[in-house]
Structures are given as C-alpha cells and as structure tokens.
C-alpha cells in the first residue's frame, strides 16, 4: 500500500475510512453505505467479552456515549480529508469547540482566541468558560503576530482562530499564528467551518488541532447538527509540563494518558475525559447524515465558490450596496491571503453592506424569494442573514460597529440554484432597498419642513 500514489480528495471523500469495522464483517452482510447503528449500546457475547470491552479498546463497542459504528466512520473520514491522525464525532460544532478547550484548559488557565470568530464560540469563552475558571484574551488584528505575542501569558493553554471568520470572509494567515504557537509550546487550534478540507487544510499549514461545525458544509443540506475535533497528532503533550492531566497525573492503571496513549494523547483525552463524562453525543443517524454529505463536499464547495465570486463581482457593481467584503476579489484587503491559502476558491459565505443602514437592509431581506432567511450557513440553498439584529444582537452598537458589523451590513451563504435566479432575486432586493433609502429620505425632507428634527 504504502508505495501507491496518494489517493485525491474526491476519492476520500467517498472511500476514506467507510469499513464500519469488526462488526459489520462478523454479521456476515456487506452493506454497500455505510449502516445506521441507531443503538444505545452493543450485545456481549458473554461474561468474559463483558469485562473485555471495558478494559480492551479493540475488543468490540460497547455504549453509544463511548463509541459507534456509523460515528467512528464520520470520523476516519474526516481525519483522513484534514490530513489529521484522527477525529472525535461530537453533537454539534459548539461542543466540538467546547469538548477541545476543556481537554487542554482548567481552572487557573487562559486560552487566547481572535475576536473575529462565530459569535457562539466567542460567548463560549467569554461568559461560559469563564465561569469555570478558565479565562480569555481576545486578538483584534488576528493576523498581527505581535498581538497573539503580547496576549500570551504563562498560563496559556490553547491558541483559537477561524481560517475564514464570517460574516466578512477574512483570511486567517495560519501559518503566522502557528508559528507564535510553536515558539510558545502552545497548539493552535482552528476552527475550519467556512474552508472545509477542500479549500484548505490547517494542519498542513501548522495548526495542530482542527474543529467544525459539521452541520454547515460538511452535511451541506441543512437537515442536521455535528461537530468534530481533529488531531493533527503531533503535538509533544510531554514537554513543558503544561498540561499535567494528560503527562503527571496517572490513571488506575499507573500510567499517564501519554503513557498510554502516546500520539494520540490529546484525542483520547478528549473521548474519554471531555465527551464521554460531559456527554454531547452524536446521533449515530446524524453520523450517516454527516457521511452522505461529505460524499460530494468537492462538488457542491467547487460551485458555490464559484458561484459566489459570481455573484459578489455582480453586486459590487450595483449603487445601492456600499462594499462586498469577499478575499475572492480583488478589492478585499484579504486578496493575497486568499490566494495563497485557498486556490481553489474562497468559499461562499460573505458580506454585503447597503447604503441606507437598518431600514434598508430590511427591506432587502424581505424582498427576497428564492434566499432563505435563517441564522445558518454552507446550506445546499442560498441563505441570509443580518447579524446586527441576530446573531449579534446581544452586542453593544459600539461594540458591533467596532467589529465590523454596521446596520447596513447583511451576510449571505450562497447556495447551488442557478446564479442568473440568485441574481434576480438579490436585484429584487436592491430594488426594494434602494426604494426604502429613498422614503426615508423623503419623510426626513417633510419632517424637516414641518420643523420637526
Ligand atoms: C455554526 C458554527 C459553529 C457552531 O456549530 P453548531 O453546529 O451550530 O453548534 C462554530 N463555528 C462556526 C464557524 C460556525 O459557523
């Protein structure tokens, strides 16, 4: 095998890690998909077998909550498309983002996290794990070295950044921030959501653990949750003492986690340590979900990057929108990152701002037929949403303008319907934005002349 050529994406993403293991070539049945193992547990097959599946990883399945057919197939395929040693299968990407924190963080640490990133992430460490004693600093300029230098502290366990923040599309330049990382002895972790594998790789770039939401383009059709924690495996767990859980403490049977475990240290940390006692688990229907999406994750990612620029080239070309921050074209000040970081295109999730603030963005997304409006991403269908009166409603005004995130400022996923439809359907909406600017205007005229101001 291990002279052969290195298979490409599109074949992985079909084959990679699909043997649903010991059990299914024991039954006797060759099921062509991957099966369904919607079972809270698995049978022993006596007394003996009992004892062994608790004290022998390899000696068969024994709970849900542990580990499972169809979920363990998600996650050798995606460990296989991140180029990573392995991955944890979670219930949602918040939990992914969660269960990787609290397998490297505890009372006293600090993590350093870009302030650029999803906003459920960014409530997770600000007001959620800090209440367990694990607090944060957040870097403005995430591709600033000096910023991820200067925030750095001893008690710093974990680096965290998105390789493409939304809403406005940036570029993460991961292999800056790895490198602040490696001097530090610290992982990076990014979280890949809006790339997916195909566009970009973290680990291939330095990063040392990857997450996900796997509800959003990994699943691509908008029927279900996932998240997943990928290992590149190479991080030395050992060094530095920093993180006495997984290389001090010992376990019942006098080792520590690396002792035990090696390579795979962290990983196995965070099955056993983090997921199995808090519990997000995945449903084994949502794993095969998960599995039949990532089969045409090239595909779909291909046309709705292209998709995208097409339709960002067209709306930065119309009066009533003000700026379309998209790193596929050439006037975001992200153009060079992305040409370095994603060749294949710059994925399909980007911002647009109106002129005409609130009252116009309103206008525009009501206008819409054929996108969705919903608090959502990486969908089959095309989607919008206004993050100053959503997602990042429970923001100060200052402090979302400061982010970036104007009134006029809406966030769309473009999907796979014809771009001629979308287009008609974001001209709609202009119309009726460019329509609302201008009753504004013309009741700001009569109020005016009434005297009233
Ligand atoms: C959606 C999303 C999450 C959270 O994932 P869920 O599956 O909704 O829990 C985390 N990070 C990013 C970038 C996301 O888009």
Redesign the pocket.
Known sequence: MTDEPPLGFSTRQLHAGEDAGPLSRRDGHRPRATPIYLTAGFEFDDFEDGNARFTDPEAGYSYTRVANPTNAAVERRIADLEGGRGALLV???????ATAILALAGVGDHIVSASG??E??RELFRDTLSRTGITSSFVEDANDPDAWEAAIRPETRALFA?SI??PKNDVLDIRAVAAVARRHGIPLII?N??ATPYLLRPIEHGADIV??????FLAGHGTV???VVVDAGRFDWAAGGRYPHLSVERGGDGRTVVERSGRDAFLDYARTGVALRYGPSPSPLNAFLILQGIETLSLRVDRQSASALAVARWLEAQPAVASVDYSGLPSSPYHDLARQYLPRGAGSVFAITLHGGRSAARAFSDALRIFTRMT???DVRSLVLHPASTTHVNRTEADRVAAGIPQGLLRLSIGLEDVEDLVADLERGLAAATASVADDAAAAELLERAGVS
């Open positions: 219930g949602s990407g918040q939990a992914a983002t990133i999803y459920g992430s998105e923040p939304n979280d959501t809006l997450v996900h939401s796997a509800s959003k949750l996932g998240g959502h991403l990486g």
